[in-house]
């Protein structure tokens, strides 16, 4: 689950929880004869009853309803990124994967070791490794591709050459 799904979840959560507690109250104090506390829910029936499906606002609170419904349900379709990678298998019987984060923690090592690289941040997506490597040099040269081929050859020791794709960026800044 991504970052954006959980706040989200937790927030529709939240203002579930608190739309609830809302309507509890509510209806307690309405069946004490009380007024209402926050909900002005007498003004509200009165009104709603003067609507129907043809009116603008009816319309506009429907559709915004089917627009949120397919936001969130696009945002929880989409696959994220994978947790584990699966490594080739040396016996056919045995799967073997290697957690997304180890992948990345090896592969900016890799990307470090060239001289004239400062730091790198690693992303490893289903298919490409996105490399931004960062570099105090004023003229990088070929920094570039050995950093690329730092990258690919620890992919091919870890049998990964072939399915995930390295993408290297070099900026030049201070780096840490």
């Known amino acids: 689950m991504t970052v954006v799904n959980r706040v989200l979840a937790t927030l529709l959560a939240l203002a ?11 209806v307690v104090l309405a069946a004490l004869g009380r007024p209402p506390w926050l909900v002005p829910h007498p003004d509200w029936t009165s009104w709603l009853t003067d609507q129907d499906l043809g009116s603008t606002i009816v319309r506009a609170a429907l559709i915004g309803a089917v627009v949120l419904g397919l936001v969130l349900l696009v945002l929880t379709l989409r696959r994220g990124r994978p947790g584990a990678l699966p490594l080739p298998a040396r016996v056919e019987s045995v799967r073997t994967t290697a957690s997304r984060r180890g992948i990345e923690r090896t592969l900016r090592a890799a990307a470090t070791r060239p001289d004239g690289v400062r730091d790198a941040q690693v992303r490893a997506r289903r298919r490409t490794v996105r490399v931004r490597a960062a570099t105090a040099l004023r003229d990088p040269g070929d920094l570039q591709s050995r950093v690329t081929e730092a990258v690919s050859q620890r992919l091919e020791e870890l049998g990964l050459s072939g399915t995930l794709r390295p993408r290297v960026t070099v900026s030049k800044g201070a780096g840490r």
């Open 16 to 26: 579930l929880l608190l739309g609830g507690l809302l309507a509890v109250v509510e």
